[in-house]
């Protein structure tokens, strides 16, 4: 049990019968009236934020998240499959459960699987990939004073803005959150 006054960074509770990890923070002390603590918190199933508060008494449960390593194996269209590399025993999720975290991941590349009493709600890929660039329009010379980019498609698919010297057969270091160019490897 966690109460209010406790709450860090990152702590993950269980209320109102969901898992909640706290964003941020603030105990509030107003002239008049008690203490309170204002709370920013993400429900990590379904991904949506509340504000709430609280009183520094008010007791929560611990909620342990769970974080696995797992390998990505492949995609049969209507699930995709892991692998643990120890036991090599094998589950299979659903596109809801996925998202759009496996956009930068490719066939037997490891991730996280992040579970609640057994159940994954969440794939974290790797923060950075090497993907080689599969479509993209020929580079230019000049006209990049102000940074230009343009569009290129990457081997799993998804679309990255790379300067203009980047060209079709390079290969491209990508920051998996944000989707973003790091460097040509």
Not at 81 to 96: K, R, V, Y
């Amino acid at each position: 049990m966690v109460s209010a006054g406790d709450f860090k960074n990152g702590l993950t509770i269980e209320y109102e019968g969901n898992i909640y990890q706290i964003i941020e923070f603030q105990h509030v002390k107003p002239g008049k009236g008690a203490a309170f603590v204002r709370a920013k918190l993400k429900n990590i199933k379904s991904g949506g934020a509340i504000e709430k508060s609280f009183r520094p008494s008010e007791k929560f449960e611990n909620a342990h998240i769970e974080r696995k390593e797992m390998q990505y194996l492949y995609t049969d269209g209507e699930l995709f499959h892991f692998m643990d590399p120890e036991t090599f025993d094998q589950i299979a999720l659903d596109p809801d459960t996925i998202g759009e975290s496996l956009k930068f991941v490719k066939e037997n590349m490891n991730v996280t699987l992040v579970s609640h009493n057994g159940t994954v709600f969440q794939v974290e890929a790797p923060l950075h990939v090497e993907l080689l660039v599969t479509e993209c329009e020929p580079g230019e010379k000049g006209n990049t004073a102000q940074g230009a980019t343009k569009p290129c498609t990457v081997e799993t698919g998804a679309n990255v803005n790379v300067p203009l010297f980047v060209n079709q057969g390079d290969t491209l270091k990508i920051d998996t959150r944000t989707g973003e160019y790091l460097s040509r490897v």
